[in-house]
């Protein structure tokens, strides 16, 4: 269970059963600490003094608000209003849970609760494993298995000093450790430091105790859960017809698409329905709603309620973006870098003396190189602000004890300090700096803008700009889940994009239709927990027309060419 940005957290669940036989009064403790793979884990990387400046940007006025809408009323078209970094969540259960001030609260299963997990539902729901318990789906489901290369846990597990490339060996260390501790008891009670010394070295080697939460189950390869046969008018995959499906021990195992592949998603169709495949044009394999314009769906990952589109809905405003929307956007687009390396609400992203800092500043340059190239110069009328222009704008700690007369060495430290100090202007900028870059959104906005309005100058350079910036999103978005799946579910899958105007423009679009099915905006968490259409009253709709993008985002000019 990921809890977000409070990391480790008391739950106690009063969860009632439907199950006969079982307790409905059932009282179970929960104490849990797990690492996330989504960008709360990168939150918690801030300093408390930031991380308090990071809660109240993102929650205005959450203090005195109404306990049945803790994290504020309801907002027209989002479903997901009181989700986001450090906000609400719909109660799992039937619960008594703690609050961040202490106070225990017993709220009933789907009442909102003042509890950031890394999905809508929290705790976030478990979903059985049907690969380890084959028997327990019902009549109407299947088992959808996935499985990947094992990469194990060789070299995966961290060590003492905050590196990694330790291999755990639980069941040695088990062992080891109750005989560490007896003779650790003995050298204690000699006085034998030389002894103590040895062992606790030994241990370091073996046995590090930082490595021990990586157990064998954490690297299975292979994992399955129930899932319903899909119905009429949805979509599906058609099944292979030509090679039987094996079939283990206890019920088929695997189920085939058209190319002989295991599904890559559940979407096999009932047997006595047939899916009509992808070549049937008159109702090809899928069907989905389409993404209406000028929205940023709330969800529990990012904050989407700086919106650069509706912004200009707002303002009566035309299709593209304005130069001071435009500026604003690549803000947060300009401090893209991985978040688990360096967060940007930590004096580590911005210390210039340091790899990690130097790192930093190299891909800020490199995302203003690629802007400046696809820079729309002919539609916004003014140059793109200078990159010294453009750093002015960021919420640089950094930058700002250079100001006030520290040098680059004493900002090193002071930084570090000053993040720690209540209401100070070092813990404030870094307040900022989190919020700004958890604000995905506007990357995309500045994405779909440039290359909706790309001219006919320079156009080798634009779209090798647009295969660049492809790359630093696989390798620099600030999420890993995120960018992961950019790497593998776009990039590996098409190519990075093409050099034709339109092409670039093309392929953006597809590939934000692509990992927009994937996100938590519009699954309501991780895509592991929740499918497509099984949290409707949450889930938002994904695939935008082509159409409905190009009357959004592309600005016709006389200085460019619209066919």
């Given amino acids: 269970m990921a809890v977000g940005l409070a990391r480790l957290m008391l739950t106690i669940s009063l969860a009632l059963s439907a199950r006969a036989g079982e307790d409905p009064n059932c009282l179970i403790q929960v104490q849990h600490e797990q690492k996330s793979s989504s960008p709360h884990e990168y939150y918690n990387k801030m300093t408390p003094a930031a991380l308090e400046i990071f809660r109240e940007l993102l929650n205005p006025g959450m203090a005195g608000a109404d306990p049945s809408y803790p994290c504020g009323g309801p907002i027209a078209d989002q479903k997901m209003y009181f989700a986001g970094p450090g906000r609400c969540s719909i109660a799992s259960a039937n619960m008594i849970y703690m609050m961040p001030n202490g106070t225990l609260t017993r709220k009933s299963k789907g009442e909102q609760i003042l509890m950031s997990c890394d999905d809508v539902m929290c705790p976030v729901p478990v979903i059985a494993d049907c690969y380890m318990s084959p028997e327990i789906c019902a009549e109407d489901e299947w088992c959808w298995i996935r499985q990947h290369e094992k990469w194990g846990a060789w070299a995966m597990g961290p060590l003492m000093n905050g590196t990694f490339g330790h291999t755990p060996d639980t069941e040695y260390c088990d062992q080891f450790m109750k005989s560490y501790a007896r003779a650790l008891a003995r050298a204690q009670q000699a006085n034998n430091i030389r002894r103590e010394e040895e062992l606790n070295k030994s241990r370091d080697i073996l046995c590090p105790s930082s490595s021990q939460v990586f157990g064998d189950n954490a690297w299975r390869p292979i994992r399955g859960q129930c899932v319903p046969y899909r119905k009429e008018q949805q979509s599906c995959f058609q099944q292979q017809d030509l090679a039987p499906t094996f079939t283990g021990n206890m019920m088929p195992r695997y189920k085939y698409d058209d190319q002989g592949f295991p599904m890559e998603r559940p979407l096999a169709c009932a047997p006595n329905l047939a899916c009509t495949g992808p070549k049937f044009n008159v109702l090809p394999s899928t069907c989905v709603q389409k993404r209406p314009q000028d929205i940023c769906y709330y969800g529990p990952w990012w904050d989407s309620s700086d919106c650069p589109r509706k912004k200009m809905k707002d ?57 400046a190239t696809l820079w729309p110069m002919h539609v916004l009328k003014q140059p793109i602000p200078t990159f010294e222009e453009l750093s002015k704008l960021l919420p640089d700690p950094f930058e700002y004890l250079i100001s006030q007369g520290y040098t680059p060495e004493q900002a090193s430290i002071q930084c570090v300090k000053e993040s720690n100090k209540q209401r100070s202007e070092v813990a404030i900028l870094l307040g900022k700096a989190g919020v700004l870059s958890a604000q995905p959104n506007k990357v995309w906005s500045v994405v779909h803008f440039f290359t909706f309005n790309l001219d006919e100058k320079n156009g080798e350079s634009k779209g090798l700009a647009s295969q660049a910036l492809a790359s630093l999103l696989a390798q620099n978005f600030w999420c890993n889940d995120c960018r992961s799946f950019f790497e593998v579910g776009v990039i590996e899958q098409f190519g990075l994009p093409k050099m034709g105007k339109w092409e670039i423009a093309q392929w953006w679009h597809h590939a934000h239709n692509v990992a927009s099915e994937h996100v938590a905006t519009t699954r309501a968490g991780h895509p592991w927990i929740h499918q497509l259409d099984s949290l409707k009253e949450y889930q938002n709709p994904f695939y935008m027309s082509w159409e409905d993008a190009y009357q959004m985002w592309h600005v016709p000019t006389s200085d460019t060419t619209d066919d």
């Fill in 315 to 371: 303002q009566s405003q035309g299709p593209g973006l304005t130069y001071n929307v435009t500026v604003d956007a690549l803000i947060s687009a300009a401090m893209l870098f991985p978040g688990e390396i360096a967060w940007m609400g930590t004096c580590t992203y911005w210390d210039r003396t340091k790899a990690l800092g130097q790192a930093a500043l190299r891909v800020r340059k490199q995302v203003y190189k690629i802007a």
